[in-house]
């Protein structure tokens, strides 16, 4: 009876699933029909979109009872790997501390424990401790508990955060008494997670969504009073622009951004004088983007691409900071993507990108000279920082991290030009990063155009005979650039022979503005292009062979990933695709789902014709095909409000429904979570675990 138990309890799991093999579920279809331009289009799992249907909540449980049916033999290998990288965090992890308004600001993690502790000390940091936030017992209790949003009032007494207990980027905003330690009694919902302060400690600035998650209206409540008599402070009519709240280094000043992917514009308020009405620094102009990126005294530093492909540094009196007013500080570069900067009494620093790499530009404001900091290896990430909000500082701190190093903080001096090695983050697991080994290479496609991929293996178990597994990774939206940073996970899938990769395509400003350009609305195909030609190249060059490829994703990354898959399903052995937006054009014809309008300069606008056309032609969910499709894991969020959940349950259903290979086509829905997933530091390994086990199953590796 014993053995008879073990055999039947997999076609149990099956049988509850509705489905007859591990890689087959059968969804009914309703077929509802799109005629836009004359064209018909026939969407027969359109149903799935209605999640107050008691018929979509079973199917998607269906869809994670067949996941778990068709992965279960791999349960054993998913905890193996899960252990590893659990073994590789640091359980006792403590930030480097940042001064702000005379306190010293970090968190700590303690063994065992999901979440930080947030803490400040006053003046030293051998001074008490004080708590801010204690998240391993706020967050007793919930699935999800995300920290979105942290500002401390001028005086030090009040504290405004957000919490996030879904995932659905609609934090509520709750004030607490520091000194006290309580809350105010008055709490606000529906908040973008963005908070700032009066001088005066009275008022506290927030920012509300719109019914499609756009962060839209700022309003401006004052502490003790009842939310319902908040005042509007700014709201922004025009729904292709999202608003976002800031404030200067000193505190003085309030920021109110408005914009998106293309055109963006700015208006401050004096944080002394909260009731004034907002000014704007210069009237929003088509492709006009700008945004203040430091202030000193009167003066307003803004980063710009006024004449800038690439963007530039300009400064502007805040009497008068119209455009008209603006004078260069640091000139656009055709090779360089200026980024960000800092400004220090006696120097400026500068971020920028140059041939996809991070670049720290030190210039001295006395005599105009400047130098670049030398990081010194092939593939790698650098941010820069400072240790405090002063402007007399003769040192910055900048972190650095590559696909073999872990992230490393330096202190570096501006004036001898050394740097000081304050932390690196540790590797548990008996890591040792002598023991791989980083390359940057180039693939060039049919339009010449040559696209960096960068890459790291295990010296001992790579052979450059194609033999070697490989996992390729990219993003190409968005104009985000997908750096090369240290990833404790993958070590999981190196340490077993595979070649991990990041295609720098475009679609991201890996190599400058023109990169993201030439890589959005009507030459979007330029990205999977892309995606391609780094494939075919890492195939040809026997990095791996197509039999062992496989391609990963998330979000706008998991749009490409069924874009791809569709172009050449035979490239590839596997592909996960995580939270993707597959279903573009009849998305994008919804003005009432979240980043729809605000993405028609990204995608398109599907009303006009010429780009409807367009996105028809590459949208993933409209074009499946019949054809012998790879081994798919999908996965979601019943909670997205970034993309919704139906997104990738569509696009599964329809591949399984034309796919003429035997390949399984499985997708994973979380029930309780928003876009990111879990929150919890040791949950979110357990889908990281399962995505890595899917990929070793496919080629016979069992442990």
Request: aromatic share 12%.
């Amino acid at each position: 009876m014993k053995t008879v138990r073990i055999a039947l309890l997999p076609l149990l799991l099956l049988f509850l699933a509705g489905c007859s093999s591990p890689d087959r579920l059968v969804t009914k279809k309703i077929p509802k029909e799109f005629v836009e331009f004359g064209n018909t289009r026939i969407d027969d799992y359109y149903w799935l979109s209605d999640a107050k249907d008691s018929a979509v909540i079973q199917h998607l449980k269906d869809e994670n009872a067949h996941t778990e049916a068709a992965l279960k033999h791999t349960e054993g290998l998913q905890r193996k790997i899960y252990d590893e990288m659990i073994a590789r965090l640091e359980q006792q992890y403590e930030s480097l501390p940042v001064k702000k308004n005379g306190y010293w600001y970090y968190v700590r993690y303690k063994e065992g424990q999901q979440y930080p502790v947030h803490f400040r000390k006053k003046g030293t940091r051998e001074a008490p401790e004080e708590i801010l936030l204690d998240l391993p017992i706020l967050a007793e209790g919930h699935q999800i508990f995300i920290v979105e949003g942290e500002s401390v009032s001028p005086n030090n007494v009040l504290f405004a955060y957000g919490i996030d207990t879904s995932g659905s980027r609609q934090p509520t905003m709750y004030i607490c008494n520091l000194p006290a330690g309580t809350l105010a009694p008055e709490t606000v919902g529906n908040t973008s997670g963005q908070y700032a302060w009066s001088a005066d400690n009275t008022s506290v600035f927030y920012v509300l969504n719109d019914h499609t998650v756009r962060p839209y209206k700022v309003m401006r409540h004052r502490i003790g009073t009842d939310p319902q008599a908040d005042r509007e402070v700014y709201t922004e009519a025009d729904s292709t622009f999202a608003v976002s709240l800031s404030t200067s280094r000193d505190d003085k000043y309030i920021y109110i951004a408005s914009g998106y992917t293309e055109d963006r514009e700015t208006r401050i308020i004096a944080a002394a004088q909260p009731d004034a009405a907002p000014v704007v620094i210069q009237p929003r102009l088509k492709d006009l983007a700008y945004s203040v990126v430091d202030q000193e005294g009167d003066v307003l530093y803004i980063r710009t691409n006024r004449d800038a492909r690439n963007f530039k540094l300009v400064k502007a009196p805040m009497r008068s900071p119209g455009m008209q007013h603006w004078i260069d500080v640091l000139p656009h570069r055709d090779d360089a993507l200026f980024e960000n900067a800092r400004v220090f009494t006696k120097y400026i620093v500068a971020q920028q990108r140059i041939k996809g790499l991070t670049q720290i530009l030190v210039v001295a404001r006395p005599t105009g000279q400047s130098y670049e900091v030398d990081f010194g290896e092939q593939a790698y990430v650098a941010n820069m920082s400072a240790a405090t909000d002063a402007a007399d500082l003769d040192s910055i701190r900048y972190s650095y991290s590559s696909l073999t190093t872990p992230l490393t903080d330096y202190r570096y001096d501006l004036i001898s030009r050394e740097r000081t090695r304050l932390k690196q983050d540790k590797v548990g697991g008996g890591y040792q990063d002598s023991l791989y080994e980083t390359r940057r290479i180039w693939a060039t496609g049919a339009d010449s155009v040559a696209v960096p991929i960068s890459i790291v293996y295990k010296k001992s178990l790579f052979k450059h005979d194609g033999s070697n597994p490989m996992l390729l990774y990219a993003y190409g939206s968005y104009g985000f650039t997908q750096d090369p940073y240290f990833n404790r996970s993958v070590i999981s899938l190196l340490d077993r022979g595979f070649v991990y990769g990041i295609a720098h395509i475009r679609g991201g400003q890996d190599l400058g503005r023109s990169w993201y350009e030439d890589g959005k609305m009507m030459k979007k195909k330029n990205t999977f292009q892309d995606f391609i030609t780094c494939a075919e190249n890492l195939v040809a060059e026997k990095y791996t062979s197509s039999d062992r490829l496989f391609a990963h994703g998330g979000s706008a990354g998991g749009m490409l990933m069924g874009a791809i898959t569709n172009m050449r399903p035979d490239l590839f052995r596997g592909v996960i695709a995580d939270v993707p937006w597959m279903d573009v054009v009849t998305d994008m014809r919804n003005t009432d789902l979240p980043l729809t309008t605000l993405e028609y300069d990204e995608w398109g606008n599907p009303t006009i014709k010429e780009q409807y056309d367009y996105m028809m032609s590459w949208s993933p969910y409209d074009n499946v095909r019949d054809a012998a499709y790879p081994a798919i894991l999908a996965t979601g969020g019943l909670n997205d409000t970034n993309v919704p959940y139906y997104s990738p349950a569509k696009w599964v259903a329809k591949v399984r429904d034309h796919n003429t290979g035997r390949n399984p086509i499985l997708f994973k829905v979380n029930m309780g979570a928003g876009h990111g997933g879990e929150s919890g530091r040791f949950e979110r390994q357990k889908l990281a675990a399962l995505r890595y086990a899917f990929l070793l199953d496919l080629i016979g590796q069992k442990e």
